[in-house]
């Protein structure tokens, strides 16, 4: 079983809604992130948070909203999408940066924007 | 800039046999991490094995070996004895640990299907 959660797992939602999607993980890791995964994309980084403190943004709509409360959750608040911005919202988790380590993901969550 | 090439969007291979999955690799910094992720049609990111650029032997976990090759940057996949199960996306990954950013660049991904 992964060690990193998320959800929900399957999300539809009009562009006019506003959603969030949560990241759980339970490896006590300090690190966390949010990729989104197009149809033949490769994985785009959207958002890095380290010890709750956001490190990256890769210049990511601000329709898109992080939340970091505590080094084990991660939010991703949703308002005004685009249908462009269905794809697959995967979250991931890591030992504080510095060191040759791998990223645990979660399942993902597939939003569908109509 | 950091670039991760796959070149192979499909792959076949017949259960039991081997199969190698190309990667190849583009960053100036002399230390880096390579990475293979397998997705299942689940969803899920699965980390499969780590290649660091100082590593002298080239890494191995189970039926997973990395066909490191520096010079000509490249980090190719190799799956011996394909079972059913190792249909899936699979990703080569790169981090860069010298400059300030240390995040994962994907490249596109390969698709294998493994035939019975």
């Known amino acids: 079983e992964t060690g990193v959660t998320q959800t929900p797992r399957h999300l539809v939602m009009g562009m006019t809604n506003k959603k969030s999607l949560k990241c759980e993980q339970h490896?006590?890791?300090?690190?966390m992130y949010w990729y989104k995964q197009s149809a033949k994309k490769p994985l785009e980084l959207m958002f890095v948070y380290n010890f709750k403190e956001q490190t990256e943004n890769n210049s990511v709509p601000s329709r898109f909203s992080p939340e970091c409360p505590n080094s084990s959750h991660l939010f991703l608040h949703l308002h005004t999408l685009q249908p462009e911005d269905s794809a697959l919202y995967l979250c991931a988790s890591s030992p504080p940066r510095g060191g040759q380590y791998e990223q645990y993901f979660g399942p993902g969550t597939r939003l569908t924007v109509t | 800039a950091q670039k991760i090439t796959q070149t192979q969007p499909g792959m076949f291979v017949q259960e039991k046999e081997a199969v190698t999955l190309d990667c190849t690799y583009d960053?100036?910094?002399?230390?880096?991490?390579l990475f293979w992720y397998k997705q299942p049609s689940s969803g899920e990111m699965i980390f499969l094995i780590y290649q660091g650029s100082y590593d002298q032997q080239n890494a191995t976990e189970g039926r997973y070996s990395l066909n490191f090759q520096k010079a000509r940057k490249s980090a190719n996949l190799v799956i011996s004895a394909s079972q059913l199960g190792d249909s899936a996306m699979y990703f080569c990954?790169?981090?860069?640990?010298?400059?300030?950013?240390?995040?994962?660049?994907f490249g596109k991904g390969t698709k294998l299907s493994v035939k019975p």
């Open positions: 990954a790169m981090r860069v640990y010298g400059g300030s950013q240390g995040n994962l660049i």
């Open positions: 960053t100036s910094d002399p230390s880096y991490g």
């Open positions: 490896l006590g890791h300090n690190a």
